[in-house]
Nanobody, 120 residues
Framework: QVQLVESGGGLVQPGGSLRLSCAVS????????MGWYRQVPGKQRELVAR???????SYADSVKGRFTISRDNAKNTVYLQMNSLKPEDTGVYYC??????????????WGQGTQVTVSS
């Protein structure tokens, strides 16, 4: 049973930065495409960044140029560096392994997520 543990969220002022981490238990991490998702109240969870097993990355337009996803296969961990944060980046952030290009279907159960609040 794979477990996902997200951390690194917090309260930050607009223009600030945060680095999120997601530790993935179990084996085979290096074989999977991983993604970071954002959920705000009343909206569907949105895939904002993806990284393939080979290290290719892609981003939602709303975060392109500001967020960077990376992975450390030796540590079974995926990261999300968030710069130039905006109030609209506020939400709960989750990681998972997307099964489909739109990220709606995922391989594993969700973790608890980590809250990011961007406010002055």
């Amino acid at each position: 049973q794979v477990q996902l543990v997200e951390s690194g969220g917090g309260l930050v002022q607009p223009g600030g930065s945060l680095r999120l981490s997601c530790a993935v238990s179990g084996t085979g991490f290096n074989r999977y495409t991983m993604g970071w998702y954002r959920q705000v109240p009343g909206k569907q969870r949105e895939l904002v960044a993806r990284i393939t097993a080979g290290g290719s990355t892609s981003y939602a337009d709303s975060v392109k140029g500001r967020f960077t996803i990376s992975r450390d296969n030796a540590k079974n961990t995926v990261y999300l560096q968030m710069n130039s944060l905006k109030p609209e980046d506020t939400g709960v952030y989750y990681c998972n392994a997307p099964k489909t290009p739109d990220g709606i279907l995922t391989l594993w159960y969700w973790g608890q997520g980590t809250q990011v609040t961007v406010s002055s």
